[in-house]
């Protein structure tokens, strides 16, 4: 017989892929804003954002609940407490995603110095980091939660190499800087997106091997290690 806490639990699960659904989107649509120079889609993102909220605070009262009416113990204690912090970090994804359709929209144009951006390859490796971190959150797979986070390094060069391309951009004409400024923040934006998933991928880890492995270097991090055999 099914316990009202399962039941309370499966809502939980179903607000939260919902939202990982709804987030993935606003990521998609807020970076096609920028490639497609796409203002309708940029509004629809910025106007999608209270739902996002919406989302956030049902899932928050939901484990709010789940933790004054009952006492959730191992992996129910994991998945209730992970929620939450899965949750806040889709919530900053939307924001961020927010953000990004807002540089978007004060864009004047193309600039001719795009190309050497590569801003749909950094944008299509942010993504595919959400997207796996939400994968993994549903299919409970630490495997490709791990991934994710091998993925941050590669994330982080691209969007320095970048930067550091604007910079030489704006040098090279001064009637760059303003649309390069904005790049700029745009890629500093995406750097924050791969930042949230993997937050969510160390919570999908925690939920599934009951390990936390925040804080720790990437040899330790993907080394078969027994942490219980730890004093």
């Known amino acids: 017989m099914e316990r009202p806490f399962d039941k309370q639990i499966d809502r939980l699960k179903v607000k939260l892929i919902k939202m990982c659904s709804l987030v993935d989107e606003q990521v998609e649509f807020a970076i096609r804003s920028v490639d497609e120079k796409n203002i309708s889609l940029a509004d629809l993102v910025i106007e999608r954002d209270l739902k996002v909220d919406k989302y956030d605070t049902k899932i928050e009262r939901i484990c709010q609940k789940l933790f004054a009416l009952n006492q959730p113990v191992a992996m129910d204690l994991r998945l209730v407490m992970s929620a939450l912090k899965i949750n806040s970090n889709l919530e900053r994804i939307g924001d961020l995603a ?41 299919g409970g797979d630490s495997d490709l939660a791990r991934r994710v986070l091998a993925s941050d390094d590669k994330l982080d060069n691209m969007v320095h190499e970048t930067s550091q ?30 930042d949230h998933a993997t937050n969510i991928s160390e919570e999908v880890y925690f ?23 730890e004093s």
């Open 98 to 138: 927010v953000n990004i359709s807002r540089f978007a929209k004060e864009l004047p144009a193309k600039p001719g110095f795009y190309s050497r951006l590569h801003f749909m390859e950094i944008a299509f490796l942010t993504r595919e980091m959400i997207k796996n971190a939400i994968d993994a959150f549903i």
């Open 165 to 194: 391309t604007l910079i030489e951009i704006m040098k090279e004409d001064q009637n760059n800087i303003e649309p390069a400024l904005k790049f700029y923040s745009i890629f500093q934006e995406l750097e924050r997106l791969g």
């Open 207 to 229: 939920i599934v091997k009951a390990r936390s492995i925040k804080h720790r270097d990437e040899d330790d991090l993907f080394r078969d290690h027994d942490f219980n055999s």
